[in-house]
């Protein structure tokens, strides 16, 4: 009998579990949660092919017989206290620290594919990384991966909730290997007592529309007036909710020698982030999931933190953007700091 878990470890995995394919026990949630609009402007989740494939992974792959869950762990070291509530710096969101982890998962996830079939076999293979149509958590918390907190987050008793979920969907019917998660968030509030923005408005529910996550990287519009202020020097994603979870006090931080963190992404100064062309923003972030906000995006989210930070020296430089940037909307939150100020 093969060891699976022995192949995901070599990899770098530091959980698995194997659950059998069948339909989904929460896709009634989501499509609840999309009847309520709290999906924003993210119109591909509500599409009927993607909740077809949500609703069961066999509309993904049809010979599908099992689903790999594995959890990648990405805890970085802390950054220090005077960094991270220093105005003049922008905080990016710790997965976004490093290279682009869809890309390094992925090439993992082939591998495993691969070795998997020269062990038992050929057989077909999906595999997600948070880019799919997969209830990722769903599957994680039934493989008992961890348990589902209050901020949505997947909790793993000992690593906490830094962790990527991705899934190999396979036509192989595989031994099934779960464990019972251990841990809750009991009467514990923090998350959503500390969220800045009430994003978190009912246990395990949140309201993109309020999320500085869904705000600064896939909402494309203007940020809401009223939200601008509690973002602080958020600019790229946010992880307020997970920084107060006490289940993420005791990981330590990982080590793996093939995925480091930037240290040019670690609170950067928000002066060294100006970018006036496309060209230079795609330099800069070459390989790193930023890439996603797409410079006009990400030049909104730094004229805000410019504008929370509300020096002299600030100011200046919300001028520059007004002044160089070619965006309307980038000009428009900049427009709108400079007149408060």
């Known amino acids: 009998m093969v060891d699976v878990g022995a192949h995901t470890r070599a990899h770098g995995f530091e959980l698995f579990g194997i659950v059998p394919v069948g339909p989904s ?5 989501l499509r609840n949660w999309l009847g309520k609009e709290m999906h924003g402007t993210m119109e591909w ?7 077809e494939k949500r609703a069961d992974p066999r509309a993904v792959l049809p ?28 905080i990016i969101a710790r997965y976004a620290q490093y290279d682009d982890y869809h890309v390094i998962i992925e090439r993992k996830l082939e591998r495993l594919a691969e070795e998997l079939q020269q062990a038992i076999g050929a057989f077909y293979w999906k595999a997600y990384v948070d880019t799919g149509p997969v209830l990722e958590r769903e599957w994680a918390s039934a493989a008992g991966l961890g348990f589902i907190g209050r901020n949505t987050n997947l909790i793993h008793e000992q690593l906490g909730s830094y962790l990527f ?35 978190i408005v009912a246990d395990r529910t949140i309201d993109a529309r309020k999320c500085i996550s869904y705000l600064t990287i896939e909402h494309r519009g203007a940020i809401p007036e009223w939200i601008r202020p509690l973002m602080k020097n958020r600019i790229y994603g946010c992880d307020i ?59 909104r989210n730094v004229s805000i933190a410019l504008g929370n930070w509300g020096t ?7 001028r520059e953007i007004i002044a160089r940037d070619p965006s309307p909307l980038v000009r428009e939150h900049a427009q709108w700091y400079t007149q408060r100020l």
């Open 312 to 318: 002299p020296h600030a100011r200046t430089l919300l």
């Open 165 to 199: 979920l991705c899934e190999l969907i396979v036509s192989a019917s595989l031994p099934e290997v779960r464990r019972t998660p251990i841990g809750s968030c009991g009467t514990c509030h923090r998350c959503g007592d500390a969220c800045p923005t009430g994003a």
């Open 25 to 29: 026990t929460t896709a009634q949630a």
């Open 63 to 90: 010979e599908a017989k099992s689903i790999i869950v594995l959890a990648f762990q990405y805890t970085p070291l802390e950054i220090p206290a005077e960094l991270l509530n220093d105005p003049s710096r922008g």
């Open 241 to 299: 909710c997970q920084e107060v979870c006490p289940w993420n006090r005791k990981p330590k931080a990982q080590t793996k020698s093939d995925f480091r963190v930037r240290e040019d992404l670690v609170a950067p100064k928000l002066e060294t982030l100006l970018f006036f062309d496309d060209e230079s923003f795609r330099q800069r972030f070459q390989k790193s999931p930023i890439k996603r906000a797409k410079r006009e995006g990400f030049m």
């Open 45 to 51: 989740m509500a599409r009927p092919d993607a909740l």
